[in-house]
């Protein structure tokens, strides 16, 4: 979908288990950060990657056809071309070694469906800030290798979340995410989170706070953060804190509230920038409250960290509304904007 995802990040449209092996492999040897010389062996690599030995065993294969790995004796591989006198190398393999850190999956274990879906939500909350935009079904299909059932049950669930919307004989929308919807949205939440808070604190396991503290810390000192990371602080505080409170219509309006929670995603992603020190701080000082039973001073540093939340949230759409629109992949996501896209029908798209 959008040009959004790392280059380490293998593809998603139907890649098998040993074709993901093999791609952060292939990928790990031409970077350099596979030692020449490193003796390569199926079950060293089959823990490491939480998979058995078959995918390994392929993906090893493969690369040896390509060149990038030789048989040592018989017994596993070598990082050297055929040709290579190389003094073997006998060292742990880490995930360092491969280019990721200790959070990251090294195979994706998710269904295709739930691959899917992930990418849907990644494309669509990035493009709602941008504009207005249309999803056509059969292309999106085509494009994940997958059937339009799937895709549609993807896109349902991001309706749910208040990421896209569709009228009935109509194409899918997304966007545009505007500072008057921003300010609505937060006034929901300002409305709900704080009440929900209250109901909730009591009934909050302290494992999931001292993990929410620990996770925050994690951010806060990580040199490298992604998005995603960022989003699921958020989440832990504003969402899955507040199902403690037992009253599931209310998280469900509260998801369909948490759009603006992409801008924050976008802005780091885009501009490179370190975690926002004032979301973190916030967020441990509630967390903090909760920990020592002061659910209702928790609550009203909640109420604040709203408000500032919004503050933070509008100034950032007004840098986001400079920068170029996303690169978007071929027919699959499109502007629906008819100056943006003149073949488009302009009835369509009115509001």
Known sequence: MLTTHDNKKPDIRGTA???????VLQQAIKAKTLPVGLVMLEGPLAELFGTSRVPVRRALGLLHEEGLLSRFEGRGFIVAAADQEIEPVRMPLNRTMLGFDQQQELVDTRSTGEKVLSDLHEALSTCMVFGHYQLNEASAAEFYHVSRNVIRESLMRLRDRGLVEKEPYSQWLAGPLTAREIREHYEVRASLEPAALRRAGPLIPQKHIEASLT?????????????????????????????????????????????????????????????????????????????????????????????????????????????????????????????????????????
Do not use: C
Request: aromatic residues 4%.
């Open 17 to 23: 288990r040993y074709e993901m092996i093999h791609q």
């Open 215 to 351: 996770h925050i810390e994690r951010i806060r000192t990580s040199k490298v953060s992604t998005g995603i990371e960022l989003e699921q602080v958020e989440d832990d505080l504003h969402l899955l804190s507040l199902e403690f409170a037992g009253n599931r219509a209310l998280v469900d309006i509260l998801r369909q509230s948490h759009s603006t929670l992409t801008i924050a995603r976008i802005f780091h992603e885009t501009l490179s920038l370190p975690v926002d020190e004032a979301m973190v701080s916030e967020h441990q000082v509630i967390y903090q409250l909760l920990l020592e039973g002061r659910w209702d001073l928790a609550a009203r540093n909640l109420d604040e960290h709203l408000a500032n939340a919004q503050n933070r949230t509008l100034k950032k759409l007004k840098v986001l509304s400079v920068l170029p629109e996303p690169t978007l992949p071929p027919t699959s996501i499109a502007s629906a904007d008819p100056q943006h896209n003149p073949a488009a029908k302009p009835p369509l798209f009115q509001k």
